[in-house]
């Protein structure tokens, strides 16, 4: 495969052929270092046709019905004309099989919709994988013409503050009377949203997702907004009932329509894109450095010393970075 063959998928995904779109996606994962290159100019070719849509991000407690949440959200979106991307980033699956098959199985009725496409980001056990990854892919979506990107956070902890860091609104999903819900929610992830949505209030869950309501928004008031311009909101839904849905987009809209008025959103875009570049260029140096021959023999050297406790870890690590820096023998 050689750069040549990049504008078969630039146009294949410009004209929104799946085929071709599933293809460049899996040139994106692939970690073949010349499927790397050409994902690269790909993904570099669409950029001019990427920016106009809308990013959103969406995490929840375990069993909060984020699946059915972004399907009845994203069925509803089709209604109006949208056409969806799902991604899902999985930082736990440390194998791509299965992923694929349980998104759209949790997602039937979204999976066979023409104008909706969901793919899952499988890590093989590393976060910036996750990132990069899911980053171009969200990219290449756009290219092919899907307006609104929803990332869905599978695993847990580090995940949400990736996703946050690639969307334009985070929409953290909870559950009402599932015990102590405050508790459970790390304060890291509530400053981190846009809003908070209570889901499965329906029925005689009703009463519990209003108390629940309350403690959110008091909890939220405690914290300091990331923005002048925006206070977040929380509200309730039922994802199976398709209740309070629509809210929760008009919330997005509002949200979208402040942040451009102001200026905000092209800053944070800016911002993630800059900050996205500079992560690339740890985890570069970080692999070049490994890679290198005369790390590799020091290392298992530094190691075994700092195991048998004759050298601190902090000598060991300043050994390894400044080794580069010795003149090599002639």
Known sequence: MTLQNHQYYVQGVLEQNRRVLAKTITLIESS?????????????????YTGRVVRLGITGVPGGGKSTFIESLG???LQKG?????????????????SVMAD????ERLSVEERA?????????????????TRETMLVCEAAGFDVIIVETVGVGQSEITVASMVDFFLVLM????????QGMKKGILELADAVAINKADGDNVAKAKRARKEYETALHLLNPSSPTWT?????????????????????????????????????????????????VEEGLKEQFYKKPEIKRLLKKITRKVEKGSTTPTAAACELLFSLDRPKPR
């Not at 559950?175 to 405050?182: F, S, V």
């Not at 199976?240 to 875009?269: N, P, Q, S």
């Open 32 to 48: 073949l270092p010349v499927h790397q290159e050409l994902a690269r100019t790909i993904v570099e070719c669409l950029l001019p």
């Open 75 to 77: 069925l509803s979106l």
């Open 82 to 98: 949208h056409r969806v991307a799902v991604l899902a980033v999985d930082p736990s699956s440390t194998r791509s099989g299965g």
């Open 104 to 107: 759209k199985t949790r997602m």
């Open 117 to 133: 496409f969901i793919r899952p980001s499988p890590s093989r056990g590393t976060m910036g994988g996750v990132a990069r990854k």
């Open 175 to 182: 559950l009402a009377g599932a015990g102590d819900e405050l």
């Open 232 to 280: 977040p909101p929380v509200l309730t839904c039922s994802a199976l009932k398709m209740i309070g849905i629509e809210e929760i987009w008009d919330t997005v809209l509002e949200h979208r329509e402040k942040f451009t008025a102001t200026g905000e959103l092209e800053l944070k875009r800016k911002k993630q894109a800059v900050d996205w570049m500079l992560t690339l």
